[in-house]
């Protein structure tokens, strides 16, 4: 199979070969649309292709991005951003996976941020390959998507996002507002989407009505609306309330079984509280659980091992129990042994034993 990179841009000028280098001797054709770019973006592409082309920027990704697709002309057709980055392991992966595709649709892992150590702490599967001759169509101004349709497959090829400048700030929030201006009704999915934006330019009120309004909605996806119970508790914690916070946490489990995120965030609750004995068991909840990024929602992937253990951690010590504590932190240490919080307990437990 041959494939097509596709890829929309506007001033990627100190990212932008880092992520064409990853895909020489994959891709066989590479489409670089420019969405207005005023540095070297565009020299920078010709380094890597003579496909380059301009599209007028209209606040509508999906525009852009069907623009792309439309030039794309080998077997099948893939997207990147520009501060996307492939690790040589991955490359290797995607080369064998080249060698072999025959779905439609190929779902590859989405690495979006990190620890200190630069290990993945939140991850997604994202629809990534798709076959040319089927003609898929981006939908959505903002938080664009291809609806999956055809023979889907999931591959564990991890595309990291690493972003070497943030995004534009108020840029997400402006396109909603203009969307909701233009007298656009928002479907479930953008409801969600745009309540995330409220929250993440600060305004907790309006995303509070926002999240409510996508949850009594009952038409979202069972992810996004198991992620919006855990983003409408932080903004009900900010906004000073605590009792409906815990209950929109707990309304998540309406919507399938525990996550781990959520009963992190549970355990948080008890432990702030003294509650260390009902923390500890949401906690190991947590730590028994399995994360299931087939499922295609957002992954906070420490949720399912290192964090539960380094509260458990500090449950245990509060009850008493040194030897659970202990237990608990050297299993943290085993997921991240030179993280400092478990190296200083290390210390501690030393210190502990020195003055028994």
């Not at 402006?174 to 999915?189: E, H, N, Q, Y």
């Not at 989407?193 to 929250?199: P, Q, T």
Request: hydrophobic share 35%; net charge negative.
């Amino acid at each position: 199979m041959t494939l097509s990179l596709c890829m929309i841009v506007k001033n990627e000028s100190d990212v932008l070969a880092r992520c064409l280098s990853c895909m020489e001797g994959i891709a066989d054709e590479i489409i670089i649309v420019d969405t207005g770019s005023d540095d070297r973006t565009q020299d920078i592409a010709r380094q890597f292709t003579t496909h380059v082309y301009e599209f007028p920027w209209s606040d509508d990704f999906s525009a852009a991005r069907n623009f792309s697709f439309s030039k794309a002309t080998m077997d099948y057709t893939m997207w990147l951003d520009a501060d996307d980055y492939l690790s040589e392991k991955n490359r290797f992966q995607l080369q064998k996976l080249k060698e072999t595709l025959s779905t439609d649709m190929a779902f590859l892992r989405y690495d979006v941020a990190f620890d200190a150590q630069g290990n993945p702490t939140l991850s997604y599967y994202r629809e990534r390959i798709v076959r040319t001759s089927l003609k898929y169509h981006w939908t959505g101004e903002i938080h664009e998507i291809i609806v999956p349709q055809g023979s889907i497959g999931y591959f564990d090829i991890h595309i990291e996002h690493r972003k070497l400048h943030p995004t534009e700030k108020g840029r997400n929030l402006r396109i909603f507002r203009k969307m909701l201006a233009d007298g656009k009704t928002l479907d479930s999915r953008q409801q969600f989407y745009y309540a995330r934006e409220l929250m993440y330019n600060g305004d907790d009120t309006a995303a509070e009505a926002a999240f409510l309004q996508f949850l009594d909605g009952g038409q979202g996806w069972v992810e996004n609306q198991i992620s919006a119970c855990l983003d409408l508790c932080r903004c009900q914690e900010r906004l000073g309330k605590p009792d409906a916070a815990l209950a929109t946490l707990l309304r998540s489990f309406t919507y399938d079984v525990p996550r781990a995120e959520i009963c992190c965030e549970i355990g948080k609750v008890f432990l702030s509280h003294g509650q260390y004995r009902t923390a500890a068991f949401w906690y190991e909840t947590a730590a028994a659980s399995n994360p299931a990024p087939q499922n295609g929602g957002f992954c906070q992937i420490d949720c399912y091992g290192y964090i539960p253990c380094m509260q458990l951690c500090v449950c245990y010590d509060h009850l008493g129990e040194r030897e659970k504590a202990e237990t608990w932190n050297e299993k943290a240490g085993a997921l991240k042994p030179n993280d400092p919080a478990y190296l200083y307990n290390c210390s501690y437990f030393a210190a502990q034993k020195k003055e028994a």
